[in-house]
């Protein structure tokens, strides 16, 4: 007789406990009790949207603040994690935009891959035209007293091939954007400095990785490798001594740093990924610029901003500006944004002795990134 009533009571407290779990993540909307560690990636959250007649008959404000409140939910951050945790662990999917999970958990971004097998090719005429423009700039440039030069950046894909996933793998029958660029260059005697295959190269004989598992960009043991390099390739062809980076040590750390694990870290996981034992080189100029040092402008994808975040652009390229994607300029734009596109293109380029333009294999195929066609149309070049 005694066992109904407490089974009602056991009912009640199972009813109201799930009553109080789905209430929780409204209370931390509302009075966030807790912090929270938030997403990494590069998103933004809605804002709360403002109520207006006209917003509210057109649903705009339904719509905008369903948003809002899918947005900033209590703990969204870590049901995220959990819900990409589950998938990336039981069934191989990595919740991140283009990523893709390689064999050993070497993480890829699809496009690399595409690079890597010759998916995104262009077509030989079509580099072959791109390539005669782009002489053409360098000759008009170099008359100005400035040197254009092309950065074959190497690619992950490219880089390290064994570790695709089978389901993304393909016969290499074809060229590949970076191949026929060579070609191209080699024929029309455009200056280029080939990190691509001399990255690959080192590879074996690295003392330290060259790329991490989890990171698309060079190692941080890489970018120091390659700004040496550069920094002594301006001094030989400026014909100056130029500042240069002195290393001190090199700290070696099982956990990734500086960048290392981008994307590893923009897939949001509750357990990281264990990636290789990398190195970090601790490095400083040798001195400081001076007012005739060469300036040096750098019109580049991703694989620059480490490079120019860690000051090296400015110790060794004398203050030398960073083109992103030849679209926003910086360090102007950190403050606020300033355009390739609303600068004079002759005057600024006249600034500097040298113009790299910086470009991984997974960019080829967007070569210039509309410079070229900026150039063409500055100098009165026929294309």
Known sequence: MNQQPAYKRLKQVVFFGIIALLCI????????FFEEKPLNGSFELSSKPKLTKESWFSG??????????????????AWIRIYNQWNYSLFNIAHASGVIRGKEDYLYEESYINAYYGADFLGEQKIERITADWKSIQDTLKEKGIDLVVILAPGKASFYPEYIPETYKRPRTGNTNYEVFKKQFHKHAVTYIDM???????KK????????KTGIHWSAYGQFLAM?????????????????LVLET???????????????RGMNLIVGIPDL??????????????????????????FYWPLFNSNCSNFLFNGGKFWYYNEQIYPASYTKATLVKDQSLDQKLKENKVVFLLITDANLHKFSFGFIEMACAEYGIKK
Request: charged fraction near 35%.
């Open 205 to 212: 004989e690295s003392k330290y990785p060259l790329f991490s």
């Open 277 to 302: 034992k990398l190195a970090y080189p601790r490095f400083h100029p040798n001195r400081k610029p001076k007012k005739d040092d060469p300036k040096v402008l750098v019109i580049a994808d991703s």
């Open 250 to 264: 090199i700290v070696e750390s099982d956990k990734p740093m500086l960048g290392d694990d981008d994307i590893g």
């Open 196 to 202: 691509h295959s001399w990255f690959e190269s080192m």
């Open 228 to 244: 040496d390099s550069l920094s002594k390739f301006v001094s030989k062809r400026c014909k100056t001594e130029t500042p240069h």
């Open 60 to 77: 705009k404000y339904q719509e905008g603040q369903d948003k809002y409140i899918t947005d900033h939910t209590g703990f969204r951050p």
């Open 25 to 32: 993540p409204m209370i931390q909307h509302k009075f966030r």
